[in-house]
């Protein structure tokens, strides 16, 4: 029996080792059920490229390869702070990169999967910031910098983020009501991060599912398990 596991929003760093710990701890535990890893973006804090190196990166590609080697899969779809992750990296694991939107067929049930920031068509500064971060040449160029170039503009990006967010309404972060009838109507199931706000929404009859982030303070995420036929536990991961 298949099982499908989707999470989202880890924020993996080395500055916050209980998120690592409690990764490993997920792998561990669906490591002999025939798993299906659906990571949903901003699986890292920052992904400066797959150039970089150090022990603790180390460590996750140990775990993932165990996980792999163990007969599961591990699928990754890039979210806002690691949209340079790339094949050099998961080419450790036999991991796949699936595109921006991603339709998977579990059972009878078609499910749509993306990070969710293409979802948040209000922030307007974001999707214009984002169209020009993530343009094929403008990615090629960067990846090409030094590697401490690289993570002094993530630091950077990262410090005018949080600046920007302050000042900006909690409704213009979140999706917009148009962008999910848009997304969710060729589909059964829509299955998104990004927000930080986990919780089910009914959308014309049908479910939206927000994954949540890792919260590193009470040791906790809302994750999706869908079994191979397709029966759904949306639940609180402890880690």
């Not at 490993?24 to 535990?29: D, G, P, Q």
């Not at 499910?111 to 209000?122: F, I, K, Q």
């Not at 009470?218 to 397709?230: D, F, Q, R, T």
């Amino acid at each position: 029996m298949t099982t499908y596991l989707f999470i989202s929003d880890l924020h993996l760093s080395e500055q916050h080792p209980r998120l690592v710990r409690g990764f490993f701890n997920l792998l561990e535990h669906y490591k002999d059920k025939h798993t299906q890893l659906y990571i949903l973006g901003d699986w890292f804090n920052a992904w400066i490229g797959d150039d970089q190196q150090s022990p603790w990166l180390d460590e996750i590609i140990d775990q993932l390869q165990r996980f792999q080697q163990a007969g599961n899969c591990i699928y990754f779809q890039a979210g806002n702070r690691d949209f340079a992750l790339g094949p050099k990296f998961l080419n450790h694991f036999a991991g796949i990169h699936l595109p921006e939107t991603y339709t998977v067929q579990i059972a009878t049930e078609t499910y749509r999967l993306e990070h969710g920031d293409a979802l948040c068509t209000d922030d307007i500064s974001y999707q214009r910031f984002k169209k020009i971060i993530r343009h094929p040449l403008i990615l090629s160029s960067l990846k090409k910098t030094p590697l401490a170039f690289r993570k002094k503009l993530a630091n950077g990006f990262r410090k005018r983020s949080s600046q920007a967010h302050q000042h900006k309404k909690p409704t213009i972060m979140d999706v917009n009501s148009d962008a999910v009838h848009h997304a969710i109507a060729p589909v059964n199931f829509l299955i998104h991060g990004h927000t930080h706000r986990p919780q089910i929404h009914t959308v014309a009859q049908k479910n939206r599912i927000v994954l949540g982030d890792w919260r590193e303070d009470i040791g906790e995420a809302c994750v999706l398990e869908v079994s191979e036929k397709g029966l759904q536990h949306y639940f609180k991961w402890q880690f």
